[in-house]
């Protein structure tokens, strides 16, 4: 487990060179109140293009001594080494079939990460851009999700769900379907 103190500083050091969304898994983790990650930080830059501006994170990568990769859809991916694991940092744009809406990123919060804030997704906007990607292992993260609600270990809005699922566009209908058919009660 890699701890959100060095989550953190890492971070940190990215947020000189950009402002950026937490959209992955890193927003359960929070949520749960867990002390670091097994997984992956999942990063929306807001005002930069990690495409168009490779380069930038290129250099920030160099600088850091860190490597350089590719993300399943071909976005950068920085892997931090740190003494006995790595931290893999994918980035993430709305290319392609990913589509994160602007009222996910408009409607993100900070969040203490370690000693500095950082803006993170809403739990409910996580559900939806897992409802909407639907994988098999979106599926399975949002079978555990109903699961830790069911326990009480997690809550959500299903007033701000039901209404942030319109953004989806033409897959809003399938996205509530799809939520719907895991437990999720949008009516």
């Known amino acids: 487990m890699i701890t959100f103190e060095k989550i953190g500083e ?3 050091e990215i947020k000189e060179r950009m402002d950026f969304v937490i959209i992955g898994d890193t927003v359960v ?3 749960l109140g867990r002390k670091g990650t097994e997984s992956d930080v ?10 168009v ?3 930038v994170l290129r250099s920030l990568a160099d600088e850091k001594g860190w490597d350089m990769g590719s993300t399943p859809i071909d976005t950068p991916r920085i892997v931090v080494p740190l003494s006995d694991e ?3 940092i994918d980035f993430y744009e709305n290319i392609q079939d990913f589509f994160v809406p602007p009222v996910v990123i408009e409607s993100a ?6 000693r500095d804030t950082f803006k993170v997704i809403k739990l409910e906007d996580y559900i939806l851009l ?3 990607a639907f994988r098999d292992e979106d599926e399975e993260e949002l079978k ?6 069911g326990e009480k270990k997690l809550k959500i809005d299903l007033k701000l769900l039901r209404e942030h699922s319109k953004a989806f566009e033409e897959n809003s209908e399938s996205v509530r379907e799809r939520l719907s058919s895991l437990g999720f009660k949008l009516s």
């Not at 555990?144 to 609600?149: A, E, F, G, R």
């Open 10 to 12: 890492i971070l940190s």
């Open 42 to 51: 999942d990063l929306f830059p807001t005002n930069f293009s990690v495409l």
């Open 29 to 31: 983790d929070l949520e």
């Open 53 to 55: 501006e490779y380069d």
């Open 144 to 149: 555990k999700i109903v699961q830790l609600i």
């Open 109 to 114: 919060e900070e969040r203490e990460i370690g």
């Open 86 to 88: 790595q931290l893999q």
């Open 130 to 132: 897992k409802a909407n």
